[in-house]
């Protein structure tokens, strides 16, 4: 079990990349590792609350979350820490070390910066808006989840405030979830596509091309669903002895490089949407099951940021789990529990995963295309949400509105519009464009994974998928939080963090699927 497992102290192997550093920094190491743990407490309880809490937990779970929240602050921001980053900024450290001493003052600084009560305020209300934006949701009553999102978004522009009350809100929330490509890297890339794949889309529309588009035309069982993203999970290489499958509202990873969870739904007239999210989430467990095993605990054992994160999710979804060769590889497992598919071709399935369609109103379900369409739109609403410039009352026509703009669409309700995100329940605002990043950055990997592993497509439809685990963790995973995310990027592909190859990819892609010249 992974439980039982222990990592192991990497302090006393003479390997290790904190052999030979004074004691300030050991001590300053021991420390942050317990905050290490009691963060990952935090999330196993959060994982439980989304997976197999009674509701009616919901009081009690919300006062254990603030009270590790309050006692993770403390520890973080205790001044005995801040007097051991003082005295080792001077030590002669190795790069490694340097890059523990920088992120741990990162958030030293951050957390230091803002009280303990409001830490656990902010706790408290995120897991008590939890379940009324699940029954918000089901009701398709925007009204209900309103005042949580202003109290939350009240509570993080006073985080904001703290950190740093001469910078735009929103670009410090952002920060969260990607410290080290700016909200200026955000915006532009998100405009650049934005203005590139718009024609891009519309010659799709236009085009004469009619793909496999209902080649999943049925209804599929969600319990044989599952089985089938068991079987997924197990050709990809999943380790179920560290981790597990369950169904949540919303789909989504968490763990460590111990026990790395992911979670999926089920809808019974759509089996590619089911298979699409278990790949994602797979993507984020198997970074997170890379990194390494004996720096659990200290930032070399840690995710670089949540846009590095999504491009390892993003690249299995998409680059592998959407292509053709993993359908000739996966096809007939699905056949297996699905009959009815028999003359279903791999080509089909391909067409029928990569159709572009404007008229869809889920963001979890849009095809690679009109996905940023999502995303821009939700980066516009935050914005204008922290910054104060939108009533949270207004949410749901200008939702529409957008959708409108750039979709063509309408919700027909709020289930289906402004409430479909887990997102802002957790107070997660600034999340949504390292979804946008992730994928950009997704695909300059996988070029450069392509050019570093002889017949990587051929291994794929053969369901040989280690050469990408091991070039994924030998180049991304077992980094850590060591280098900047530029930096990793860099380090990985030879080239600095660029949205070329992702535009060059849609271009062949969709160029070949619809017989256009992109």
Known sequence: MATEQQPSDADADSESPHAGAPDAYHDLLDRYRQVTYLNDSGMLLSWDQQVMMPEGGTPARSKQQSALSSVQHEKLTADAVGDLLDEVESADLTADQAAVVREIRREYEREAAVPGELVERI?????????????????SDWERFAPQVETLLELKREYAEHIDPDADPYAVLFADYEPYLDLEVADRVLTRLREELVPIIDAIAES???????????????????????DALDELGYPWDHGRLDRSTHPFSTGNQFDARVTTRFA???????????IHEFGHATYTLGLRDDEYGTPLGSHRGLSVHESQSRLWENHVGRSEHWWEHF????????????????????????????????????????????????????????????????????????????????????ATGCLQDIHWSHGSFGYFPTYTLGSVMAAQLYAAAEDDIDDLEGKISRGEFEDLHDWLTENVHRHGAKYETNELVKQATGEEFTADYFLDYVREKYGKLYDLDL
């Open 208 to 230: 004469d091309v009619t793909l496999a588009e209902d080649a999943f035309d049925d209804e599929y069982d969600p319990d044989i669903q599952e089985d089938v993203a068991r």
């Open 268 to 278: 019974p007239d759509d089996p590619v949407d089911a298979l699409s999210s278990t």
């Open 123 to 139: 706790s408290e209300e995120t897991s008590n808006a939890l379940p009324v934006w699940e029954q918000a949701r089901e009701e």
């Open 331 to 414: 096809l007939p497992t699905f056949q297996e529990h699905f009959p009815s598919a028999e003359d279903l071709s791999p080509r089909d399935a391909f067409e029928a995963a990569n159709q572009v369609y404007d008229d869809n109103l889920i963001r979890v379900e849009a095809d690679e295309l009109t996905y940023h369409m999502h995303i821009v739109l939700r980066y516009e609403i935050e914005q204008d949400l922290v910054h104060g410039d939108l009533d949270v009352a207004d949410v749901p026509d200008v939702w529409n509105d957008k959708m409108d703009e750039y979709l063509g669409i309408r919700p027909d309700d709020d």
